[in-house]
């Protein structure tokens, strides 16, 4: 029998780990907003380049979610979902704006948008956690990545 122990961790090591694993949890959280948000306006528009350019997007904020999801799961954690709440405030205003007859310049105007205040925020909480380990810092850069994406993809769609 092994009667070896894990070393203690310092205090600052532990505050580390909780910043760590607080920073992923938001990070899950936008990504996961942001995926809901394309899945929910993807069900209100027709077929066409437009929803072909948001089902790519989706699996972009997928996999953002999945490797989130990995880096949790690797602390012994699991992410938090979004509250039902945003969800279905959300899901409200995309019912309120978007059907089949809006135009695709409008859709996109709306996605830029609301993308445009993820990607302050995702640069906010990179910011934040400035101090995180540059590894779990780069899925943040990565989830930015995707959002700018977003936003470059949608600009194509502005000249309805």
Same mark, same amino acid.
């Not at 607080?22 to 907003?33: G, P």
């Not at 996605?111 to 910011?127: A, N, P």
């Not at 380990?133 to 000249?159: A, C, P, S, T």
């Given at each position: 029998?092994?009667?070896?122990?894990?070393?203690?961790?310092?205090?600052?090591?532990?505050? /580390? $780990? =909780?910043?760590? %694993?607080?920073?992923?949890?938001?990070?899950?959280?936008? &990504?996961? #907003?942001?995926? +809901?948000?394309?899945?929910?306006?993807?069900?209100?528009?027709?077929?066409?380049?437009?929803?072909?350019?948001?089902?790519?997007?989706?699996?972009?904020?997928?996999?953002?979610?999945?490797?989130?999801?990995?880096?949790?799961?690797?602390?012994?954690?699991?992410?938090?979902?979004?509250?039902?709440?945003?969800?279905?405030?959300?899901?409200? /205003? $995309? =019912?309120?704006? %978007?059907?089949?007859?809006?135009?695709?310049?409008?859709? &996109?105007? #709306?996605?830029? +948008?609301?993308?445009?205040?993820?990607?302050?925020?995702?640069?906010?909480?990179?910011?934040?956690?400035?101090?995180?380990?540059?590894?779990?810092?780069?899925?943040?850069?990565?989830?930015?990545?995707?959002?700018?994406?977003?936003?470059?993809?949608?600009?194509?769609?502005?000249?309805?």
């Amino acid at each position: 029998m092994d009667n070896r122990t894990e070393p203690e961790l310092t205090k600052e090591q532990k505050t /580390m $780990i =909780d910043r760590e %694993i607080e920073f992923l949890k938001q990070l899950h959280q936008a &990504a996961q #907003m942001g995926r +809901d948000t394309l899945e929910h306006v993807n069900g209100n528009i027709g077929p066409g380049e437009l929803r072909n350019a948001v089902e790519k997007d989706i699996f972009d904020y997928s996999d953002v979610c999945a490797q989130v999801a990995r880096k949790l799961e690797e602390r012994d954690q699991s992410p938090k979902p979004v509250g039902k709440l945003p969800r279905m405030m959300a899901g409200m /205003m $995309i =019912d309120m704006k %978007i059907d089949d007859e809006t135009p695709e310049c409008e859709v &996109a105007k #709306m996605i830029i +948008d609301g993308t445009t205040k993820g990607v302050t925020e995702c640069t906010s909480k990179l910011s934040s956690f400035a101090d995180i380990n540059d590894d779990l810092k780069n899925v943040g850069y990565k989830l930015l990545w995707v959002q700018q994406k977003n936003i470059d993809e949608m600009r194509r769609f502005l000249h309805n």
